[in-house]
């Protein structure tokens, strides 16, 4: 029990440790931020070169627009050169935050609306193709501004290119005019971001619900209230825990119950004979004068039951050395006929008194791996009972038999047999079917308790086949070769 609270202690310490909040939080979060975070990029990167094409096509209409202005004013030529469309060149020019550059055919620029390159030569290779008849149009990401070229036509049916148009323009006011969008933008993801995470951190707080509820109940159980309702049937999960934990705590229960019955019966078991010695001295005591005779034959009982409490002492510290789980087995090569013949001779005294026959039938010779000391306890267990539990002039016969795998010794008698409905318990510690008799055979109650470890040791079985009043039988099974 002990050992369980400390596990239960392991346990919250590594609950506190990483909660299960946080991941199942995490990943509410992740799969509410990324997609948000993704889309709003790309948004923003499609709407940045929608803004900035847009523009482009406006300006290279506007500059159409301009240049056909000039055709028909003849500009190129200087018809018409009062400065009404040089102030309208200068006016395009601001509004698209540029600057505007006019070459003749002679490659010179004759209007410029910075005014510091004017009678210069300009040969670029835009300048070029323009004067073929290609309109270009180019886009510098890098430095954010884009250059137009559009041919300049001259009046005259032939419609040949007296000039070019070329307007440099910058990008800027685009790029701060979305600036001011993605800061809105990164706000908004900002609040949304603590928003998924109050809306995370409520609903893990709702899904671990009857986790928490499982823990609070065990933690109950594990302060000792073992009868603690613990089903918790929020998550299927839970439920499989909860019956988990709940079948592992009635096995304690049965253990701690076993144990204290145990507890109960040996100390009734040892005080009983020393009751009987207390009942005895005392009587002799209050008697005056006793008689020799009378003196011994107290003093006999209470030798009797001495014996009794030293068997029983002695059967208990067995039963409890063979019960620890690394209680050792000494293996060697045992006649097993040879040992039972050796039993048989031992209790032949006590036989003879109950006027028992006892025979040993030995169907094969037998060596087996085995504990000789256990199984000798262990045989001679039964046999003792066989004779104990058997009527005057009756007879016991132990059998010795092996196949391939394994040894048979099979003790039958001709004894009062043990009712049906008993055959499973008898093999409990101080089970006894008649109280009174077997105690008045100095039995302690735990022979076949030490029997079926002993054979359980050998990974063995033992079998009994019983009828009242006919006699029983009861045969063990034991591996000829032990199998660790
Ligand atoms: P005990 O010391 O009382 O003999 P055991 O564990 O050896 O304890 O036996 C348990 C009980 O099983 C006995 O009290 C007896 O009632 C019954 N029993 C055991 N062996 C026999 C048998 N051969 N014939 C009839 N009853 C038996």
């Known amino acids: 029990m002990e050992n369980g609270i400390k596990r239960w202690?392991?346990?919250?310490?590594?609950?506190?440790?990483?909660?299960?909040?946080?991941?199942?939080?995490?990943?509410?979060?992740?799969?509410?931020v990324i997609p948000m975070v993704v889309c709003t990029q790309v948004l923003m990167g499609a709407l940045r070169?929608?803004?900035?094409?847009?523009?482009?096509?406006?300006?290279?209409?506007?500059?159409?627009?301009?240049?056909?202005?000039?055709?028909?004013?003849?500009?190129?030529?200087?018809?018409?050169?009062?400065?009404?469309?040089?102030?309208?060149?200068?006016?395009?020019?601001?509004?698209?935050?540029?600057?505007?550059?006019?070459?003749?055919?002679?490659?010179?620029?004759?209007?410029?609306?910075?005014?510091?390159?004017e009678r210069r030569f300009l040969v670029a290779e835009e300048v070029v193709r323009c004067?073929?008849?290609?309109?270009?149009?180019?886009?510098?990401?890098?430095?954010?501004?884009?250059?137009?070229?559009?041919?300049?036509?001259?009046?005259?049916?032939?419609?040949?290119?007296?000039?070019?148009?070329?307007?440099?323009?910058?990008?800027?006011?685009?790029?701060?005019?979305?600036?001011v969008v993605q800061d809105k933008v990164v706000f908004m993801q900002l609040l949304m971001t603590l928003i998924l995470f109050l809306t995370a951190a409520a609903v893990v707080t709702v899904l671990l619900k009857p986790f928490k509820e499982l823990q609070k109940k065990l933690n109950q159980v594990a302060a000792g209230a073992l009868d603690t309702d613990i089903s918790t049937e929020g998550y299927r999960e839970t439920r499989e825990i909860s019956h988990a934990v709940g079948n592992t705590i009635s096995k304690l229960k049965e253990v701690d119950q076993s144990r204290q019955e145990f507890v109960s019966n040996v100390s009734h078991e040892l005080k009983t004979p020393i009751t009987s010695i207390r009942v005895l001295a005392d009587s002799l005591m209050s008697m005056e004068e006793v008689p020799v005779e009378l003196y011994r034959e107290f003093m006999e009982d209470i030798s009797d039951e001495i014996d009794r409490e030293s068997k029983i002492i002695d059967d208990l510290l067995a039963l409890v050395k063979m019960d620890k789980s690394e209680a050792e087995i000494n293996l060697s090569q045992v006649d097993i006929v040879a040992l039972v013949k050796q039993i048989l001779k031992r209790l032949r005294p006590i036989a003879n008194r109950r006027k028992v026959e006892l025979i040993l039938e030995s169907i094969r010779g037998v060596t087996a791996d085995v504990d000789e000391m256990k199984l000798s306890l262990a045989i001679s267990n039964l046999v003792e009972n066989a004779i104990k539990y058997n009527s005057m002039e009756g007879w016991v016969r132990v059998t010795v038999d092996a196949d391939h795998k394994f040894f048979y010794v099979k003790v039958a008698d001709s004894g009062i047999g043990i009712p049906e409905e008993e055959q499973d318990r008898i093999f409990e510690r101080f089970y006894r079917v008649d109280k009174a008799r077997s105690r008045q055979t100095g039995g302690s109650g735990l022979g076949l308790a030490i029997t079926r470890r002993v054979v359980l040791m050998h990974k063995g079985a033992i079998r009994l086949s019983s009828k009242e009043g006919e006699g029983s039988t009861f045969t063990l099974r034991i591996p000829l070769n032990y199998i660790a």
């Open 9 to 32: 202690h392991i346990f919250r310490l590594q609950g506190s440790l990483v909660s299960l909040k946080f991941p199942v939080a995490m990943l509410l979060v992740l799969f509410g």
């Open 49 to 117: 070169q929608s803004q900035t094409d847009a523009r482009m096509v406006e300006v290279q209409n506007q500059c159409q627009i301009l240049s056909s202005k000039m055709t028909r004013a003849g500009y190129l030529r200087g018809d018409l050169r009062d400065g009404t469309m040089d102030s309208e060149i200068q006016a395009m020019a601001d509004v698209y935050n540029g600057r505007i550059v006019i070459i003749n055919r002679d490659f010179r620029i004759i209007q410029d609306t910075f005014h510091i390159a």
């Open 131 to 179: 004067f073929q008849g290609e309109s270009s149009s180019k886009y510098n990401k890098e430095k954010h501004y884009f250059a137009q070229a559009v041919p300049i036509y001259d009046n005259t049916p032939i419609k040949g290119i007296e000039g070019v148009l070329v307007i440099t323009a910058s990008t800027e006011g685009i790029l701060t005019l979305m600036d």
